[in-house]
């Protein structure tokens, strides 16, 4: 019998650490030029959920409640942004800001960091723009993005593109970083288990035990690429390592867009269907 790349008991603790995070809020408010809210609530709400609106002047923000994950986006065009800044500057909330310059067709989509916990971004009413806005959104809750995209379902794909490419990153690092044959899987395979359930939370579906054991299989599936990594580390360490570290991405970014569409397709079936979908989108 195959050994499994991480025992039952270290899957039940990424399964409970995973499952911890689903009581994590996460909300988002408007603020700023009353047109541009209107036009940001109506982004925001597809799904059913409406951020809620800071009505009060800028100059009274510092009032608003700070706490982690409460994230303030600020709409503003170009004559207005100085005056947002000054206001903001003293008083950025915990969970960040980011002003909303809205530049039209001069709008680049780069974000800037005028002072801490604060991003500006160049901005247009754009399917672009808006894309560009929901990825800085996600960016910028940190370890909050699973909350805030399943409180709200237009910033889903976002929060899900992070997790995805930073366990992608982070499991491309352990590749590098462990060099016995076979050590760094159980990091790994950790690491993919809380990233499909991360992606679960994020599309408010819960995940038991018995789904928790099953995953432990479905991702170490993820790994098909390992066998050629390892035997190019063995007999050429400098390439092997380089190949092995792009394996270890590619295969972790597999499974999370596999597990994008099934949890978006309402996890219709086994969990063991993530294993055919990854396979499907690496061959």
Avoid: H
């Amino acid at each position: 019998m195959a050994r499994m790349p991480l025992s039952l008991s270290k899957a039940f603790d990424a399964w409970k650490e995973a499952g911890a995070k689903t009581a994590d809020s996460a909300g988002v408010t408007l603020a700023g030029e009353p047109d541009l809210v209107a036009m940001a609530q109506q982004r925001f709400s597809s799904g059913g959920t409406l951020p809620s609106a800071w009505v009060r002047p800028l100059s009274e923000i510092s009032a608003l409640s700070s706490v982690p994950g409460e994230l303030l986006l600020v709409f503003t065009r170009p004559e207005a942004e100085a005056d947002v800044l000054a206001s903001l500057g003293p008083a950025a909330p915990k969970g960040g800001a980011i002003v909303a310059v809205l530049e039209g067709a001069g709008a680049t989509g780069k974000a800037t960091r005028p002072f801490a916990r604060c991003t500006r971004l160049s901005f247009a009413d754009s399917e672009a723009g808006w894309s560009r806005l929901f990825a800085l959104c996600a960016e910028t809750a940190g370890d909050k993005a699973p909350a805030l995209g399943r409180r709200y379902p237009a910033l889903r794909g976002a929060a899900a593109n992070r997790v995805i490419y930073r366990t992608a990153a982070q499991n491309a690092l352990i590749g590098i970083a462990f060099f016995v044959p076979g050590s760094d899987m159980p990091a790994m395979t950790a690491n993919q288990i809380k990233m499909v359930l991360a992606i679960a939370n994020i599309y408010g579906e819960e995940i038991d035990r018995e789904r928790a054991i099953e995953l432990a299989g479905v991702v170490a599936a993820g790994f098909g690429l390992r066998a050629l990594a390892r035997s190019l580390v063995r007999y050429v360490p400098g390439v092997g390592l380089v190949v092995k570290a792009g394996s270890s991405y590619a295969a972790t970014v597999a499974l999370g867009f596999a597990a994008v569409r099934y949890f978006e397709s309402g996890a219709p079936a086994s969990t063991s269907r993530v294993m055919s979908l990854a396979g499907s989108l690496r061959r």
